[in-house]
């Protein structure tokens, strides 16, 4: 069906916004707002408008990087109330990995055909000021190909205070030592009301500005993220959408977007009640919408848009290549902090399942390094040697453990002295 059958099915403002959209447009926040009531033939013109757009942006590729997740300690000193990974220094649930134990998995992950590590953890006290430069460097020293995608913008800012030091001090150390990217998350919605509903304490708006800003000056590129779907209005994912908009029209550092729905089945704001508005995440029409409204938003500035498959599940994360995103993530390996929160998708993809919902889907999968260049295109049709490492792997679990297994490990128990 073409464009203009799906919007002869269309009146009003919606349809005024989508035919703005095609006409080379960016839209503004309030147009974003009437399109976020789109529902019927409205939200599947919606959707073929950001189908097309994709498609004349990024082409028919879809991306994939093979990659492991490293969370190094679930240990933490805020008490974020979405967050269901954290613990308290006194819990016995509580983890250090130390420095060898990183580099470990780093090495298993390369052996197994990995790219990328990304680095995340717990802002865990006693930690010495040195420790994320030297753990940089020790993953560096074993693995200098591998790409170091590491520590959202709330650990820079603690590594600040641990240093007693400036956030742009703080990376440039990184930098030198081998970092090659930070994940833009702890960005939630970048509204300074919410945050203090959600997560009081937090890394403040202007504070993570600063922080990837920062990093786009140095050369280090960021991903950004929203999460979405518990207590934000439309118009505020919005208005954080637009503050992604205008930092990238400034620095041009943003490889990609990712939404994250917000998983609500642990998390302690919904097991303590604590908020009276709170939703149990975004239902799936609203991942839909927001998908496709970020597509006409933000397709001419930040190209890239990512589907967190271990946020909606891999069979939603298809459809959403129907409906602006270009790129299904990584294969993880490990995750601690959804599955932590209650998602129940899993925490690994092999390489050949990705290929294979990428052309169940019609398209072509890409795989891709951290800063989004190609490393190897796949046929349309399957090559049967193509399969490598990590497809041959019967059980994922068991050869790389699960968060359950982790907190229970008695040799990277959390102590102080650890840390």
Same mark, same amino acid.
């Given at each position: 069906?073409?464009?203009?059958?799906?919007?002869?099915?269309?009146?009003?403002?919606?349809?005024?916004?989508?035919?703005?959209?095609?006409?080379?447009?960016?839209?503004?926040?309030?147009?974003?707002?009437?399109?976020?009531?789109?529902?019927?033939?409205?939200?599947?013109?919606?959707?073929?408008?950001?189908?097309?757009?994709?498609?004349?942006?990024?082409?028919?590729?879809?991306?994939?990087?093979?990659?492991?997740?490293?969370?190094?300690?679930?240990?933490?000193?805020?008490?974020?109330?979405?967050?269901?990974?954290?613990? /308290?220094?006194?819990?016995?649930?509580?983890?250090?990995?130390?420095?060898?134990?990183?580099?470990?998995?780093?090495?298993?992950? $390369?052996?197994?055909?990995?790219?990328?590590?990304?680095?995340?953890?717990?802002?865990?006290?006693?930690?010495?000021?040195?420790?994320?430069?030297?753990?940089?460097?020790?993953?560096?020293?074993?693995?200098?190909?591998?790409?170091?995608?590491?520590?959202?913008?709330?650990?820079?800012?603690?590594?600040?205070?641990?240093?007693?030091?400036?956030?742009?001090?703080?990376?440039?150390?990184?930098?030198?030592?081998?970092?090659?990217?930070?994940?833009?998350?702890?960005?939630?919605?970048?509204?300074?009301?919410?945050?203090?509903?959600?997560?009081?304490?937090?890394?403040?708006?202007?504070?993570?500005?600063?922080?990837? /800003?920062?990093?786009?000056?140095?050369?280090?590129?960021?991903?950004?993220?929203?999460?979405?779907?518990?207590?934000?209005?439309?118009?505020?994912?919005?208005?954080?959408?637009?503050?992604?908009?205008?930092?990238?029209?400034?620095?041009?550092?943003?490889?990609?977007?990712?939404?994250?729905?917000?998983?609500?089945?642990?998390?302690?704001? /919904?097991?303590?009640?604590?908020?009276?508005?709170?939703?149990?995440?975004?239902?799936?029409?609203?991942?839909?919408?927001?998908?496709?409204?970020?597509?006409?938003?933000?397709?001419?500035?930040?190209?890239?848009?990512?589907?967190?498959?271990?946020?909606?599940?891999?069979?939603?994360?298809?459809?959403?290549?129907?409906?602006?995103?270009?790129?299904?993530?990584?294969?993880?390996?490990?995750?601690?902090?959804?599955?932590?929160?209650?998602?129940?998708?899993?925490?690994?993809?092999?390489?050949?399942?990705?290929?294979?919902?990428?052309?169940?889907?019609?398209?072509?999968?890409?795989? $891709?390094?951290?800063?989004?260049?190609?490393?190897?295109?796949?046929?349309?049709?399957?090559?049967?040697?193509?399969?490598?490492?990590?497809?041959?792997?019967?059980?994922?679990?068991?050869?790389?453990?699960?968060?359950?297994?982790?907190?229970?490990?008695?040799?990277?128990?959390?102590?102080?002295?650890?840390?």
């Amino acid at each position: 069906m073409t464009i203009a059958r799906v919007l002869s099915e269309v009146d009003g403002a919606v349809r005024r916004v989508l035919e703005r959209c095609l006409e080379g447009n960016e839209i503004s926040v309030d147009e974003a707002v009437t399109l976020s009531s789109a529902c019927g033939p409205a939200l599947h013109a919606l959707c073929a408008v950001a189908d097309h757009l994709r498609r004349e942006q990024v082409g028919d590729g879809v991306g994939y990087v093979v990659n492991r997740n490293v969370n190094f300690t679930n240990v933490c000193v805020k008490a974020c109330r979405f967050c269901a990974f954290s613990r /308290t220094r006194r819990s016995d649930e509580g983890y250090f990995l130390p420095i060898e134990e990183i580099v470990r998995r780093a090495l298993e992950a $390369r052996s197994l055909g990995a790219t990328e590590v990304c680095i995340q953890a717990g802002l865990a006290p006693g930690m010495d000021a040195r420790f994320y430069v030297d753990l940089v460097r020790a993953i560096k020293a074993a693995a200098a190909d591998l790409d170091l995608h590491a520590f959202s913008p709330e650990e820079i800012k603690y590594a600040a205070g641990l240093a007693n030091t400036s956030i742009r001090y703080v990376l440039e150390e990184l930098k030198d030592a081998g970092l090659g990217s930070l994940p833009g998350t702890s960005a939630e919605i970048l509204d300074d009301a919410v945050r203090a509903r959600i997560a009081p304490g937090r890394i403040t708006t202007a504070e993570w500005i600063d922080v990837v /800003t920062t990093a786009h000056a140095l050369g280090l590129p960021t991903t950004s993220t929203v999460m979405y779907g518990h207590v934000e209005t439309d118009r505020e994912r919005l208005e954080h959408l637009d503050l992604l908009r205008s930092i990238q029209r400034e620095t041009g550092g943003f490889t990609e977007l990712v939404p994250l729905s917000f998983v609500h089945e642990e998390a302690p704001m /919904t097991l303590r009640q604590q908020l009276g508005d709170l939703r149990p995440g975004p239902t799936g029409n609203e991942v839909i919408r927001l998908y496709a409204i970020a597509r006409l938003m933000l397709g001419r500035t930040i190209e890239n848009l990512q589907v967190s498959w271990v946020k909606d599940g891999i069979r939603q994360a298809q459809w959403l290549l129907s409906c602006g995103a270009n790129d299904l993530g990584g294969t993880l390996i490990n995750e601690s902090i959804s599955t932590a929160a209650g998602a129940a998708h899993g925490q690994f993809q092999a390489p050949a399942a990705l290929r294979r919902f990428i052309r169940d889907a019609g398209r072509v999968p890409v795989q $891709r390094n951290t800063r989004y260049q190609a490393l190897r295109t796949f046929p349309r049709e399957r090559d049967p040697d193509e399969d490598g490492p990590l497809d041959r792997i019967d059980d994922p679990d068991a050869r790389f453990g699960t968060y359950a297994a982790l907190t229970e490990d008695a040799r990277f128990k959390f102590r102080l002295d650890l840390a």
